[in-house]
């Protein structure tokens, strides 16, 4: 294992002074005899797997934590419970970055319910449901909302789903396209908005300091999550659909939004009928997302002289963010106090409320923390980065589509981007650091990134695609039948575009090469799916001749 007792950038003693622990060899012997081997790489292995067979990802998750604590001690049974836990679960939760994050998540829910019961989203329907008039306008105002939205995924599908369910019903829009327009306009937008708990999430994984840098560098390379928007817009505006997804729009025009039984039937609406208006939504979100880029700032030493762009790229975002809300939250409180939309009863047990929303969400971000601990401990990013440094040489140009792929694998397999996140991002920096000078490495961190949110996408266990599922109030399994074909072609576009990223690194040149291949697939799609229909068309009036 790596020390560095004797570093000459120690500022005690500029590395004089020699480490009692390694003698000032500079290395000490691991605990663990799998250390730096293909062992390491078992404990999310498993996570995986376990997943796809029970599709289930806590207790997958868990169980690859406590696989890694049996190889660091050796299948010691007391080592073990140690290391799981002091090393671990413990570790990671009182971690004062990690803690921001949580913090700021639990904030999130308890602004959305209070938005919810102060009638907020239900009167943004109400106002949307008179002012929209077509189907093409309410898919778009979900696609605007959804992307305004970009704080975070879940707070996006919270709210989304019960604010625009009554206006796309209005206009027969299916129940399934809600849920493809929810879940896209959730994991793509908050990976590419610099002020989200995602920025914060990939931040963390970043050990310098630089993460939130590194993350705005990196947003022009993620292919994925801007071609989506762009399919999303060529889709409604080209009035199109393919696979699943157009028989499911071509019933909703005939009255069935469901293409089958309603699984929510019968479930009332927990927004009030008259109460609130259009302010109680819009006000508290712009509140919110203005104390949040405030705390950004502050965080980053705006008010103490720094440069706006200084600041805001130096920033603490687990800080910043966490600040924010909390000043966002206040306001909301005081807001709804004074236009008397709540009690003050009911503020406060509202709550309590928006912290049980986010309790998968902190579950599944301490398991992919202390996951990423236990892969720590083991070595498994200098593992994977020796054998990448030694078998890259001939195919470097080719590591971001490969990193792309592997993200998607993962993220499908879990159901989780920040587990992937928090697995692939330390192993791309240590493979291509960023003080290298290598282009590649802002490439192949995007491609990190696209490639979790194009896994968890697609996956039928993230947690993202369950929530938009019950936002749109849409049978799950439909859900992701209708949306699957439309996340595998963004990703086959996005996969050729890191290809092209890998031998020019330029965003200003591959991003319009891939918007324009992704709008001509569409266009060819379109031209196929039109051939195909108007083929069927004719066959019955053959057999009728």
Request: a negative charge; glycine letters at 10%; aromatic letters at 8%.
């Given at each position: 294992m790596s020390c560095y007792g004797t570093d000459s950038a120690c500022e005690s003693c500029g590395g004089a002074n020699v480490c009692a622990t390694c003698g000032g060899a500079g290395e000490v012997a691991a605990s663990s005899r799998y250390y730096e081997s293909a062992w390491a790489l078992v404990p999310p292995v498993i996570a995986i797997g376990l997943a796809l067979i029970t599709k289930e990802v806590y207790s997958s998750l868990?169980?690859?934590?406590?696989?890694?604590?049996?190889?660091?001690?050796?299948?010691?049974?007391?080592?073990?419970?140690?290391?799981?836990?002091?090393?671990?679960?413990?570790?990671?939760?009182?971690?004062?970055?990690?803690?921001?994050?949580?913090?700021?998540?639990?904030?999130?829910?308890?602004?959305?319910?209070?938005?919810?019961?102060?009638?907020?989203?239900?009167?943004?329907?109400?106002?949307?449901?008179?002012?929209?008039?077509?189907?093409?306008g309410a898919q778009l105002a979900t696609v605007v909302l959804g992307c305004l939205i970009f704080i975070d995924d879940y707070f996006n599908c919270l709210t989304v789903g019960s604010v625009m369910r009554p206006v796309t019903d209005k206009h027969n829009?299916?129940?399934?396209?809600?849920?493809?327009?929810?879940?896209?306009?959730?994991?793509?937008?908050?990976?590419?908005?610099?002020?989200?708990?995602?920025?914060?999430?990939?931040?963390?994984?970043?050990?310098?300091?630089?993460?939130?840098?590194l993350f705005i560098r990196a947003i022009p390379f993620n292919f994925y999550a801007i071609l989506t928007i762009v399919t999303m817009v060529c889709l409604v505006g080209f009035k199109m659909d393919y696979g699943p997804m157009a028989a499911n729009?071509?019933?909703?025009?005939?009255?069935?939004?469901?293409?089958?039984?309603?699984?929510y039937a019968g479930m009332d609406d927990d927004a009030p009928a008259s109460k609130g208006r259009v302010i109680d939504l819009v006000l508290p979100i712009l509140?919110?997302?203005?104390c949040c880029i405030v705390g950004m700032i502050y965080s980053g030493g705006f008010f103490s002289g720094a440069s706006f762009v200084d600041a805001f790229s130096g920033s603490d975002a687990s800080v910043g963010l966490m600040l924010g809300s909390f000043f966002g939250l206040v306001f909301t409180m005081v807001f709804y106090l004074i236009r008397r939309s709540m009690s003050f009863k009911e503020i406060m047990a509202s709550i309590p409320e928006g912290f049980k929303a986010m309790v998968p969400a902190i579950m599944i971000l301490t398991f992919a923390w202390s996951l990423k601990a236990m892969t720590d401990s083991l070595g498994a990013r200098e593992f994977v980065a020796a054998v990448v440094k030694a078998s890259a040489e001939n195919f470097m140009m080719f590591l971001p589509a490969i990193v792309f792929v592997i993200g998607c694998l993962l993220a499908f397999a879990t159901g989780t981007s920040w587990g992937t996140f928090g697995i692939l991002i330390p192993i791309v920096l240590f493979v291509f650091p960023l003080d290298g000078g290598n282009p590649l490495s802002i490439v192949c961190v995007s491609a990190c990134m696209a490639g979790a949110v194009c896994g968890d996408?697609?996956?039928?266990?993230?947690?993202?695609?369950?929530?938009?599922?019950?936002?749109?109030?849409?049978?799950?399994?439909?859900h992701v039948s209708t949306q699957l074909p439309y996340a595998v072609?963004?990703?086959?576009?996005?996969?050729?575009?890191?290809?092209?990223?890998?031998?020019?690194?330029?965003?200003?040149?591959?991003?319009?090469?891939?918007?324009?291949?992704?709008?001509?697939t569409l266009m060819v799609i379109r031209s196929a799916h039109g051939r195909g229909s108007a083929k069927k068309a004719s066959e019955p009036a053959a057999a009728n001749n």
């Open positions: 868990f169980i690859g934590i406590l696989v890694g604590g049996m190889l660091y001690s050796n299948f010691n049974f007391e080592g073990t419970v140690l290391h799981v836990f002091e090393d671990g679960i413990v570790s990671v939760l009182s971690d004062g970055y990690n803690v921001g994050i949580l913090i700021f998540l639990v904030v999130l829910g308890a602004m959305v319910c209070l938005m919810n019961k102060a009638g907020g989203s239900a009167a943004f329907g109400r106002w949307a449901a008179k002012n929209i008039k077509s189907r093409v829009v299916s129940r399934a396209k809600l849920a493809y327009l929810i879940d896209s306009t959730a994991a793509p937008i908050c990976i590419i908005a610099p002020i989200s708990s995602w920025a914060a999430a990939v931040s963390g994984f970043v050990d310098d300091g630089s993460g939130l840098a729009e071509s019933n909703a025009l005939e009255g069935d939004l469901f293409s089958g039984a309603n699984p509140v919110l997302v203005v996408h697609c996956s039928p266990i993230s947690d993202t695609t369950i929530m938009a599922s019950a936002g749109a109030q849409c049978d799950h399994v439909s072609t963004v990703a086959a576009v996005s996969f050729v575009s890191y290809l092209i990223a890998g031998f020019i690194p330029n965003a200003l040149v591959v991003l319009p090469i891939s918007v324009v291949l992704m709008v001509l």
